[in-house]
C-alpha cells in the first residue's frame, strides 16, 4: 500500500522554525517527484516547494523563498521541510504529496501533479 505520513506539525510563535516531515512506504522517495502543498481555514491550497525525482532540483512559492527548505533523506526515505521564520500567515494544514511518473523532470507547485497525497499536519503559529 502506497502511503505518506506527515508529521512534526505543532503550535510554534512567529519567528520560530519547525521541520515536518513526510515518510513514504510502499515507493522509494527517490525516485519520485514530491510537493509540499498547505491549505489555511477559508483558502485555496497552495504549493509552497518541490524537488524533483532527478537532481534533486527545487521550486519555492514567493510567499516561502527564503524561508523554506525542502529536503530528501534517501535513507529513511523521507522528504523534509525546514521552516526558518515562522509568521501568523504559515497558518496552515500542510500536506506532502507525490508523483511517481518517469516522464516528469521538473517539479510543480501545482497539485494536478501529484497521485499520492499524505494526510495533513497542522502548523499554528501564534503569539
Known amino acids: 500500500q502506497l502511503q505518506l505520513v506527515e508529521s512534526g506539525g505543532g503550535l510554534v510563535q512567529p519567528g520560530e522554525s519547525l521541520r515536518l516531515s513526510c515518510a513514504a512506504s510502499?515507493?522509494?522517495?527517490?525516485?519520485?517527484?514530491i510537493g509540499w502543498f498547505r491549505q489555511a481555514p477559508g483558502r485555496e491550497r497552495e504549493g509552497v516547494s518541490c524537488i524533483s525525482r532527478q537532481r534533486g532540483r527545487t521550486k519555492y512559492a514567493d510567499s516561502v523563498k527564503g524561508r523554506f527548505t525542502i529536503s530528501r533523506d534517501s535513507t529513511k526515505n523521507t522528504v523534509y521541510l525546514q521552516i526558518n521564520s515562522l509568521k501568523l500567515e504559515d497558518t496552515a494544514n500542510y500536506y506532502c504529496a507525490a508523483t511517481r511518473s518517469a516522464y516528469i523532470l521538473t517539479c510543480s507547485l501545482g497539485a494536478t501533479m501529484y497521485d499520492y497525497w499524505g494526510q495533513g499536519i497542522q502548523v499554528t503559529v501564534s503569539s
Open positions: 510502499g515507493f522509494t522517495l527517490d525516485s519520485s517527484t
